[in-house]
């Protein structure tokens, strides 16, 4: 979580999934506090998961996204950049793989 944390996802409804009970919203309010395993959390969550109808045209809007707003960084010679770990991954899993980030 980077920037401004009074102006970080005004309109968001938060959920915080969290193994350690004093972890939850100690960063930003949280409104969907969840104790747990993470694993064991997302697993429940997925399966009670059901497709909106905007699920499709929130898709379209993200494939605009990517058209408008393509991957750029620059090239570090003396070492890594997030976006080339994420652009390596991607290339190695041929898309498929999902990439989680931790603030802590």
């Given amino acids: ?8 996802a005004p309109y968001a409804k938060v959920a915080h999934i969290d193994i350690d009970p004093a ?11 969840i104790v747990s ?4 959390a997302l697993s429940q969550l997925l399966d009670q998961a059901v ?4 699920t499709a045209e929130w898709l379209e809007k993200l494939s605009q996204y990517k ?15 997030p976006q080339w770990v994420i652009e390596a ?7 498929n793989a999902i990439v989680a980030t931790d603030v802590g």
Avoid at 89 to 95: A, D, I, P, R, S
Wanted: glycine share 8%; with cysteine; charged share 25%.
């Fill in 51 to 54: 497709e909106s109808p905007k």
């Fill in 37 to 40: 395993d993470t694993k064991e």
């Fill in 23 to 33: 972890e939850i919203g100690k960063n930003i309010p949280t409104q969907i506090p």
């Fill in 67 to 81: 058209q408008e707003y393509p991957l750029w960084y620059k090239h570090d010679p003396n070492g890594m950049c």
């Fill in 1 to 8: 979580l980077t920037g401004n944390l009074k102006h970080f």
């Fill in 89 to 95: 991954v991607h290339k190695v899993t041929n898309g």
